[in-house]
Every structure is written in structure tokens, then in C-alpha cells.
């Protein structure tokens, strides 16, 4: 399979090339040349596999002819050492909860998929150096890189990150690691670290010292991944007999999520429509109101990791469409709440139905609400466990959320990291050393 650009001006790239590069030339997103559709049979009797196996065909049409199905094969069942079930939560709205991974979050699944695919893509390059896949966040990302890329040998990961300003519980999930995984705390905020990421990247003299990518939802084995979700998602939805009509609701920020759930529809999945749902930071709502895309900074919200002011893969979903806005409209459409409305959400859901949403799935589930016509079923993304902001989850809806095993053993680690200051000489003089 191919890949070219969606700014048209970079070479063509196969797989190999759009995994190790992430970014093309000419600043654009990769995107497959070609989306194979899924056999019918597939559908007919999808409710009969489980997750793993629906994802190894879906992986299958995607990467088939780029990656050895046996490789493959060992790639996904990797990644998927975990379930993602969906649970009703009231009448005709269920929840596709995608926190049941390592740290409880979606991004799990790209980040493991994309660390095992560069692994086997660097092995068949002559002489391979060690890659260094550098990220910057201001928490989800950094805790799910890191763990997806634990212990892949040939890779070391550098998750930098702005001191005091990461919530505890997500700084224990990439500071105590150890092993390839380096955790620099830089005396600045999220921005400063981004800076030092991309004067990394551009400087000719310390990427002739070491070979240096990134591992952000740009990265196609990143995003289309979870494209797997959407597909279990109407598995158990069509064993429980409601699979007819659904409309499938996506929380979303940078839209690398949503993005891979309508690639998933464009192989065949019987989605009949989608919802974008999102906090305060309303750009692509105001899009498919206006047919304008106009980017703004983000706005700090309670669903931070959706505080997004200008989406990556607007890109991929305007080129997926032809760039045009009737057929997006007709596919997509979009919610915004605010802080206020989420707050009030989590209440309104506990009570009603005593389930507890993270403010970030709080968005999908009152999309549904608002949106829902007779006749249709409703699907929304509970993307975080409600534990990762227990802080203010505890606080709007009054109780002391029980923190699970697997994020309780994070926090008894020892912190390690590196302390850094926001000048990017001091940056380069480390990693020169490294
Ligand atoms: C990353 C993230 C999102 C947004 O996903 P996108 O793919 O960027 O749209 C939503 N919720 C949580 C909890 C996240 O970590």
C-alpha cells in the first residue's frame, strides 16, 4: 500500500516510510491510497469473534501488504492483552469504555501497535541504529508512549513534560518505568516542551548524532489502530440484537479517534452516523455549522486531554471526504458543551443511573442525550477510566473513586527523572551525550 500526503507536494511513502518519518515532507498527514473494504461474511458473523480476532482482520486490510501476516498477527495480539466492552447506561445509550488497557486510556492501543510495528520495520534496515522517539505532554499521551513502547528493544523513549503541571496519578505512570523509558521534567510548561521536541527535530547536528522520530496521532499506526474498537463495538453491540441504527459518538480533541472510526466505516462497518463531541473548544462544531475551518488557541477545560485548538486530522477527515463539507455534514455531526454542562452531565448520570463518568466521556454521553432520534441506538466512547481524574470527578459528584490495581502499583513506584531547564542548548547538550 501507498501513502502520499494530504498537502500533495511529498513523494509518495510506503508503510515503512510513513511509520519511521510520522510527518511527510511537506508538513501533511499520510493516508492510504486505497481503503479495502471487508467482506460481507465478515459482518454476517462478527458477533461470533472476539476482539482480538476481529482486530487481526481489520489489521489485515490495512497493513496486510506491507507487514508479514505472521508478524502481524503476533503485533495485535500483543497490543490486545485486554477487553473493551460496551455497557448500557440508560435506555437506548450504551458506553464502548476504552480504559481497560495498561494506563486506562484509548491511546493504548496506538501506542503499543505503532511501538512493535517501528520495531519491526527498523529490524529490516540494514546496520539499524537505535530509534529515539522523542514526545512532549501534558499527560495522556506521555503516560500511554510510554508504556506502549516499554521494554521494545531498539527504541528509547524520552517523555518530556512540564514540572507541576502533570496530575500526580498520570507523572507516576511515566516516571517510574525505568528500563528504555527517560522522563524529563522541564522547568516550563507543555509549550516549552513541545519547542524542545521541534528544535530537536530540526537540528541537522544532533540528528546526524542519532536518529530521532515522534509518536503523536499524526503517525498512521498510531491512529488507524483504533480503528478496532468500532469494529468490536458493533460485534457486541449485534449480540445483543441492537445492532441496527447506531449512531456511534466520539469524544474528541486532536480527532485521531473519530478519524480511524470512519476509516472503519469507509471499509463497510453499519455505522449509520457519527457525533463529534466536544468541551469548549468548539472548532470543528463551528465547521460543520459554517463550512469554516478556523483554527483558535485551545481553552483550558475539565476534558483536557480534548483541549485542542487546532486538530491534527482535520486533515485526514477533510481529504477522506473529497474536502467536502456537504458529505462530511452528512456523515458527522457535532456537539459542545462547557465546563458547567459537563459538570452537570456527571451529576445528572451518576443519579439516573449510577455510572460515573470522566469529564472527557461526560461530552459523549450528553451528545446522545441531546441528539438521539426514535429509532436509533446510541454508542458513546467513555475514553479515560474516571480514576485518571479522580481529583475532579471525586469533587463534582461527591465521592471517592476506588483507584484500580494496575494504577495503584504505578503510584508505589519510584520517581526517576531527569531535571531540565526550557533552553534548548542545555536539551541538546544532554541528548548529545546520550
Ligand atoms: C486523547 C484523548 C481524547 C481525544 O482523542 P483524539 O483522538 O485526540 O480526538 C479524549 N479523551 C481522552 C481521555 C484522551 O486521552
Do not use: W
Not at 507541576?164 to 496519578?169: E, F, H, T
Not at 537540528?203 to 496521532?217: I, P, V, Y
Request: glycine content about 8%.
Amino acid at each position: 500500500m501507498k501513502y502520499y500526503s494530504t498537502n500533495g507536494k511529498a513523494p509518495i511513502a510506503d508503510l515503512h516510510k510513513a511509520v519511521v518519518k510520522g510527518l511527510a515532507e511537506d508538513r501533511g498527514l499520510y493516508m492510504p491510497e486505497r481503503i479495502n473494504k471487508l467482506p460481507k461474511e465478515f459482518f454476517d458473523n462478527i458477533e461470533k469473534m472476539s476482539f482480538q480476532e476481529i482486530a487481526y482482520t481489520v489489521a489485515s486490510a490495512f497493513f496486510g501488504e506491507d507487514v508479514d501476516l505472521d508478524a502481524l498477527h503476533d503485533i495485535v495480539y500483543d497490543t490486545l492483552q485486554f477487553d473493551c466492552p460496551v455497557v448500557n447506561v440508560k435506555d437506548d445509550i450504551y458506553t464502548l469504555e476504552l480504559f481497560h488497557g495498561p494506563t486506562l486510556a484509548f491511546k493504548d492501543v496506538g501506542a503499543r501497535f505503532m511501538a512493535r510495528l517501528l520495531q519491526y520495520f527498523i529490524k529490516q534496515e540494514n546496520n539499524h541504529k537505535e530509534v529515539n522517539v522523542l514526545v512532549a505532554t501534558s499527560g495522556d499521551t506521555g503516560s500511554a508512549v510510554a508504556n506502549g513502547f516499554l521494554g521494545v528493544d531498539g527504541i528509547h523513549v524520552y517523555v518530556l513534560y512540564p514540572k507541576g503541571k502533570v496530575s500526580p496519578i498520570q507523572e507516576c505512570q511515566f516516571t517510574t518505568l525505568g528500563k528504555n523509558i527517560t522522563a524529563i521534567e522541564v522547568d516550563g510548561v507543555f509549550d516549552d516542551c513541545q519547542a524542545l521536541v521541534k528544535n530537536a527535530f530540526m537540528d541537522a547536528e544532533l540528528n546526524e548524532h542519532m536518529k530521532l522520530t515522534s509518536a503523536n496521532s499524526i503517525n498512521v499506526a498510531r491512529f488507524l489502530p483504533q480503528a478496532f474498537y468500532y469494529f468490536n463495538a458493533y460485534a457486541r453491540m449485534k449480540e445483543q440484537g441492537k445492532a441496527d441504527n447506531l449512531v456511534m459518538c466520539v469524544p474528541s480533541g486532536n480527532f485521531g479517534n473519530i478519524c480511524a472510526a470512519l476509516f472503519g466505516h469507509e471499509m463497510g462497518l453499519p455505522i449509520k452516523r457519527f457525533i463529534a463531541a466536544n468541551n469548549a473548544n468548539d472548532i470543528f462544531y463551528k465547521y460543520l455549522q459554517t463550512g469554516k475551518y478556523e483554527p483558535k488557541p485551545s481553552k483550558q477545560t475539565l476534558a483536557n486531554a480534548m483541549d485542542v485548538g487546532d486538530p491534527s486530522n482535520f486533515a485526514r477527515i477533510y481529504d477522506l471526504y473529497g474536502k467536502s463539507h456537504e458529505k462530511i455534514t452528512s456523515i458527522i455531526s457535532g456537539a459542545t458543551y462547557t465546563d458547567e454542562d459537563i459538570k452537570q452531565t456527571m451529576r445528572e448520570c451518576y443519579k439516573a443511573s449510577g455510572y460515573i463518568l470522566d469529564p472527557h466521556g461526560a461530552c459523549g454521553y450528553q451528545a446522545l442525550k441531546d441528539g438521539l432520534k426514535d429509532g436509533e441506538t446510541g454508542v458513546f466512547c467513555e475514553t479515560a477510566h474516571p480514576a485518571k481524574f479522580k481529583e475532579k470527578v471525586d469533587e463534582i459528584l461527591g465521592i471517592d473513586v476506588e483507584i484500580p490495581e494496575r494504577l495503584a502499583a504505578f503510584m508505589r513506584g519510584k520517581k526517576q527523572s531527569v531535571a531540565m531547564t526550557k533552553d534548548f542548548a542545555d536539551f541538546k547538550a544532554y541528548l548529545m551525550k546520550q
